[in-house]
């Protein structure tokens, strides 16, 4: 019996970062209008068409909406053939209404989000009516009255609901949801050259510019129309050239095809294709690995996958099996993300149970995965509004109202002067090609063409053009700290163990450490493996693991036993010895570390032990978060002293916790994570030391000098971020720091950083709101440091004015969580800053999205992580993209006004010519020989710039 279909509705997904599926807005029910052919319409219609030589068709080509108006009357959505949808930015398309034939019986109810109506209902005799708009498919759903996006797995379903559909689907049930949703592929179609030209030539401008062409040759100014004739050919090659390399990268970028082994009717099928794939259907991932043709939901064993092409972090990521539950399953919700295998991402590694297969529910497939959606945003972004096009546009609208007035003015001047109609008609509309610049649009995207060519020769790849431009609007750019402005590797400098309730005096080293808490915990929190006989993963846990100088053994693929999954122990000889035979550490759980919970998990049994149900949980994560699941006496009171200095000195430090859990095996593959993170003892501290990257420095320098503000938004600790912010010049030395940490006592307080005491107001007082913060409060300059808490505090609570002030006084923004990273960036932009953001992981994705110009550092240059990716592994590309940004947009801007001037100059002195002479021959002198001189001398005062 075919399952409900689940045909859901969304709500309108915002622009979140951390969130790979909510990349681009969608709007999962938009305006829409239905439309039927109509004969009598039609014809009227193209017979408008043929009176004025086919101008018609180009409007219609222009304009859709209109046509279909023209041609079309207006219907229910119920029986249209074509829509117009409208989409966020008030855009109109012209959709065309399809339907397709289900296969089978169709008499089953049918859910459509989640709600169930009658399967007759929505399709009369099995037929099914859609529409696919910007590559989603929409379906008519009757009780609405409308066309509804037609979504995965994703709305509606239980965790436990897909648990239940380990079996697959039956042979029916595919084809049914073949034919519902269509094939699973991301292939954008890179057009042919023939069709790209004439989709190029009939752009509005290049018209206008033909048309331009034909007048002048009339009027016999042959090498001015062959000259521009020429210019405009180069123009539209370059830009067809650019075009088509675009559509290429994205093609190559999002297009994939495999084969893949499925469960249906119950049996592994393999060799199928991964086109064929629906929602609903049971993936087999192998233990070779899979590139995931879709996004599925991981049911049973692990997979260590590589996400580099959605966060541009090769950093492999563990994801564990989703635990059934009555919660709605949501792929890129931050607690189901963990346990989903997205679209376009390698599988490099599974892990199974005996003869268990690794089986994951396909829930998303073509463009509505995770991969779908940032494909959908480069070939669709958002409106991106520059000031300097805007402005271009109104002065072109002037323009073209200028070249209005002239029409009838050289009409009316010529009629005077009783000139040759066909003369008269000519130099009307001659006048029109001299006020209205046509070469505009080539000169507008000569500067982006010449500056994508030199990124690409720096190593820094482009999803995005348009981009360009913003890039050079630029006057803040916010940095990551870990991986960006310091090293990727960390060394780890020593351990300060808690021993009876405090701490012992002094780092040591972890390979002193006796058989303790502390030392087992850093053996086994973490989510490293053996990839291609090299140990791989966050560059956290690979130092902690070594300098334990402990060993991992990893049972080979394929037996990997339920009890002891991976082993740390100690080396041959190494000590570590319990009830006479040697300790072994198997981890039996893992809840894998998030950047929104900061910090990650295992359970572990410890053996030998006399008691198999006594399991140990340890836990490791940024200080703050695990000092408040600990045991208040398991803290010392030293606590956040110690923690202070060893920040303060810019270390990255992680807290380490541990609890006995007495449970037997079976129920803790079950327990849920808030039961086993809590009531822990602190173990210690674990002490990194992370270097600055060489180019840090002189590049903050360079952007200083270049008036450019910089910011750091870290999930680091705040005194750390503090540190490293002085370390590389984005603090100088001789500037305050005045940090803002919400209290108990009240909303917000302020105090100057290493001198203890509160900001001080204009009246004397100290001050406890940023309200009274003025900017002249400290000499010399303060720069303010604040966390995510007290961000989201100001952000909430304090007025309008107090959190702007705050911005923009604001250099240091630490424990930022991923989404928080993201608002602060469109906060910023709100206040009229360009923004760019550098960043190199996957906490950094929705801040790199939001941001004018985003720039990831990474080694994989097919990611669509965000617009601009950079090879250069470190913040030397940030200058780079601004300085080509400007050189785009002030070379756009200097041809723009040299245009501007020469059409008016032109048009002004023609206008008085054609009023002052009857000699229509001195006209023609005047425009090439004493309009020329004028021209040059115009040319002479605006200088063009060079691009450098
Ligand atoms: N693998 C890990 N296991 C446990 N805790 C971790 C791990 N990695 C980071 N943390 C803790 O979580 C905090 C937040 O991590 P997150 O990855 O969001 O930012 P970050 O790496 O510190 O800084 P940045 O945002 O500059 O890259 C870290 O400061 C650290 O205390």
Request: with cysteine; aromatic share 8%.
């Amino acid at each position: 019996m075919e399952k409900p279909v689940p045909v859901g509705k969304v709500e309108n997904a915002v622009v979140n970062g951390s969130d790979p599926c909510q990349d681009q807005e969608i709007d999962s029910c938009p305006p829409q209008t239905g439309y039927r052919h109509s004969i009598w319409r039609s014809v009227l219609f193209y017979a408008l068409v043929v009176v004025p030589a086919g101008l018609g068709l180009l409007l219609a080509y222009w304009f859709p909406a209109v046509w279909l108006r023209l041609t079309a009357y207006r219907c229910p959505l119920g029986s249209a053939s074509r829509v117009i949808v409208k989409d966020l930015d008030g855009n109109k398309c012209v959709e065309v209404v399809k339907t397709a034939i289900l296969p089978g019986h169709t008499h089953q109810p049918i859910r459509i989000g989640h709600t169930c109506v009658g399967l007759k209902e929505v399709w009369s005799g099995g037929v099914v009516r859609y529409l696919i708009h910007r590559h989603l498919r929409y379906l008519y759903q009757p009780s609405v009255g409308k066309f509804v996006l037609l979504r995965g797995l994703d709305d509606g379903h239980t965790s436990s609901a897909l648990h239940g559909m380990r079996g697959g689907l039956s042979l029916e049930q595919h084809s049914k949801r073949a034919c519902l949703y269509g094939e699973n592929s991301i292939d954008v179609p890179v057009k042919p050259y023939h069709v790209l030209l004439v989709e190029e030539v009939l752009h509005p401008f290049y018209v206008f510019q033909l048309v331009s062409v034909v007048f002048w040759i009339v009027e016999q100014y042959y090498y001015y129309a062959g000259a521009v004739f020429l210019i405009s050919c180069v123009s539209v090659i370059i830009s067809l050239l650019q075009t088509r390399r675009h559509l290429q990268q994205i093609h190559d970028i999002a297009f994939s095809s495999t084969t893949v082994s499925v469960v249906r009717e119950g049996r592994e099928m393999s060799g199928v294709s991964s086109s064929s794939l629906v929602p609903g259907d049971v993936l087999v991932v192998p233990p070779s690995g899979l590139l995931l043709p879709c996004d599925a939901a991981l049911l049973t064993g692990q997979a260590i996958v590589n996400e580099a092409m959605l966060t541009g972090e090769s950093v492999p990521v563990t994801k564990t099996p989703l635990p059934p539950s009555s919660l709605h399953y949501l792929p890129s919700s931050s607690s189901h993300k963990r346990h989903t295998l997205f679209c376009g991402t390698q599988v490099v590694q599974t892990r199974f149970y005996g003869n268990e297969r690794v089986l994951a529910a396909v829930v998303g497939t073509g463009f509505s995965t995770a991969k779908g959606g940032m494909v959908r945003s480069i070939l669709f972004p958002r409106k991106l509004s520059v000031r300097f096009y805007v402005d271009a546009m109104k002065f072109v609208l002037l323009l073209s109202i200028l070249a209005g007035c002239g029409f009838i003015y050289t009409l009316a001047i010529n009629f005077y002067f009783k000139f040759q109609v066909k003369d008269t008609i000519l130099r009307a509309f001659d006048v029109i090609t001299i006020a209205v610049p046509p070469a505009l649009p080539a000169a507008l995207t000569v500067g982006i063409v010449y500056a994508l060519a030199r990124l690409r020769k720096n190593n820094i790849f482009c999803i995005s053009p348009q981009r360009v431009t913003l890039a050079g609007k630029v006057k803040l750019v916010c940095f990551d700290k870990t991986g960006t402005l310091t090293e990727d590797s960390l060394d780890l400098l020593g351990v300060q163990p808690v021993v009876a309730g405090s701490f012992t005096s002094g780092l040591c080293s972890a390979r002193d450490l006796p058989q303790c808490p502390l030392l087992y915990a850093m053996a086994t929190t973490h989510s490293i493996a053996t990839i291609n006989g090299k140990l791989t993963g966050d560059p956290i846990d690979l130092k902690m693991f070594q300098g334990t100088g402990w060993v991992l053994r990893e049972p080979p693929p394929g037996s990997f036993d339920t009890l002891t999954p991976t082993i740390a122990c100690p080396p041959k000889g190494g000590g570590g010895e319990i009830l006479g035979s040697e300790v072994e550490l198997a981890q039996l759980r893992m809840f894998t570390f998030s950047s929104d919970l900061q910090r990650m998990s295992v359970i572990v049994r410890v053996a030998p032990t006399s008691d198999p149900k006594q399991l140990h949980v340890f836990c490791k994560g940024a200080p703050e978060t695990i000092c408040q699941l600990c045991r208040p006496n398991s803290v010392p009171g030293d606590f956040p002293e110690v923690l202070g200095s060893l920040t303060q000195q810019g270390y990255r430090v992680l807290a380490v916790a541990h609890r006995p859990l007495h449970m037997a095996w079976h129920k803790a593959e079950r327990v849920k994570r808030e039961v086993v993170e809590c009531d822990l003892r602190l173990a210690g501290l674990v002490v990194m030391q992370n270097r600055l990257k060489s180019q840090t420095t002189p590049v903050m320098s360079s952007l200083s000098h270049a008036g450019i503000r910089n910011v750091m938004i870290t999930g680091d600790h705040l005194l750390t971020a503090v540190c490293v912010a002085r370390e590389c010049g984005m603090i100088p030395s001789t500037h305050s720091v005045i940090v803002a940490e919400t209290t108990p006592t009240s909303l917000v307080s302020f105090r100057v950083l290493g001198e203890g005491r509160s900001p001080t107001t204009e009246s004397g007082e100290e001050g406890t709101t940023p309200l009274i913060i003025k900017a002249g409060d400290l000499q010399p300059p303060f720069h303010m440091a604040l966390d995510g808490k007290t961000f989201s505090v100001l952000r909430e609570s304090s007025s309008q004015d107090d959190y702007q002030r705050v911005l923009v006084k604001g250099t240091v923004f630490a424990r930022m969580a991923p989404d928080q990273k993201a608002q602060l960036v469109r906060d910023l932009q709100s206040i009229g800053y360009g923004v760019a953001m550098c960043g190199d992981g996957a906490n950094d994705c929705g801040a790199l999205k939001a941001a004018h110009a985003g720039i990831s550092l990474s080694e994989t240059e097919a990611s669509v992580a965000s617009p601009f990716t950079s090879k250069i592994p470190d913040i030397s590309c940030v200058p780079i993209l601004l300085r080509e940004g400007r050189c785009a947009l002030v070379t756009s801007f200097s041809i723009f006004k040299f245009m501007a001037l020469y059409s008016l100059a032109e048009f002004i002195t023609v206008s008085i010519l054609y009023s002052v002479t009857r000699q229509y021959s001195i006209v023609t002198i005047f425009r090439g020989k004493t309009f020329t001189r004028i021209f040059w001398s115009l040319f002479d005062l605006i200088h063009i710039p060079t691009f450098q």
